[in-house]
């Protein structure tokens, strides 16, 4: 038995995944209206839960805010269960002084792919995690995509930075896109299709392929070639690269900032 606290977008996404594969899951979510059909159990609140559940994991999927308030009820199963938080910029450490300072913790960071099963999530285990609890972690996670881990947890903010944020940066190429395709005298609807498939063409021709991203950025580059004079634009020293990196120094120590 699964214990899934919140069961919102991420926690909704995982709870579809997990029945899929056949597991038994018990879910907390104040807003009966999203109790999902399938659970073994829901309730609206850990207080009504059976005093004798003893569930394999508790999967905490509420948003960071709710953290203080809601997992101090949760913390009577830190003696069988492992806990796997998917809570953004909730330390192992933070975690752990609302649940009990002996909980066992794996802190981990999806993104929003997850909600297609297309995610990646990074976890780090907290001490006294078992091998056999990191991979119940890793195969309740992998039913939204892809896992990774580190060991030490703070790579978990430049993580945070590149994969957490990374689609929104995707997405932002394809705004950009449309207006500089709109900028060089492309009708605005024809410029935001072109975009649109443009970025979603090449994210799927990139999964498709076991090249380096590099490799495929020199097949569609002739040399002498109209998309070789834009990505001498694109990748002159204080341009892309560079701009990328100061971003992603940016979002980490915003990650750095936030962590409790
Ligand atoms: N979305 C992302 O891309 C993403 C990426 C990385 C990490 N995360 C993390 O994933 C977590 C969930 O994000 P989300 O986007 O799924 O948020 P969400 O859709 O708001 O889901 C959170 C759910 O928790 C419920 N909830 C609130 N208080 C609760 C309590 N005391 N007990 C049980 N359930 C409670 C909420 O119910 P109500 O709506 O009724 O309040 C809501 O359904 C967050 O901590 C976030 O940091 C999300």
Request: hydrophobic residues 45%.
């Given at each position: 038995m699964i214990l899934l606290v919140g069961c919102g977008k991420m926690g909704g996404a995982m709870f579809a995944g997990w029945r899929a594969a056949g597991r038994d899951v018990a879910v907390v979510e104040?807003?009966?209206?999203?109790?999902?059909?399938?659970?073994?159990l829901a309730v609206a609140d850990a207080a009504d839960l059976p005093r004798t559940l003893a569930p394999e994991a508790v999967v905490l999927a509420v948003k960071p805010q709710e953290a203080a308030k809601t997992l101090p009820a949760y913390a009577r199963f830190a003696e069988r269960s492992v806990f796997v938080s998917i809570m953004a910029g909730k330390s192992v450490g933070g975690m752990q002084a609302l649940l009990g300072g002996s909980a066992r913790i794996v802190r981990a960071m999806p993104n929003t792919p997850a909600a297609i099963g297309r995610g990646i999530t990074v976890c780090c285990a907290g001490q006294g995690v078992s091998a056999a609890e990191k991979a119940l972690a890793e195969s309740l996670l992998k039913t939204v995509g892809q896992v990774a881990w580190v060991e030490?947890?703070?790579?978990i903010d430049p993580v945070t930075a590149l994969s957490g944020g990374g689609p929104a940066y995707v997405f932002l190429l394809a705004e950009v896109l449309e207006q500089a395709g709109i900028a060089n005298g492309l009708p605005a609807e024809l410029a935001a299709q072109l975009a649109r498939a443009t970025v979603a063409g090449a994210g799927a021709l990139l999964d498709a392929s076991s090249e380096p991203p590099a490799t495929l950025r020199r097949n569609v580059t002739s040399p002498g070639g109209t998309t070789a004079e834009a990505l001498k634009v694109l990748m002159d020293a204080p341009a892309w690269p560079a701009l990328m990196t100061r971003a992603i120094a940016a979002a980490t120590a915003r990650s750095r900032e936030l962590a409790g």
């Open positions: 104040p807003d009966a209206a999203h109790h999902p059909a399938g659970a073994a030490d947890e703070a790579l």
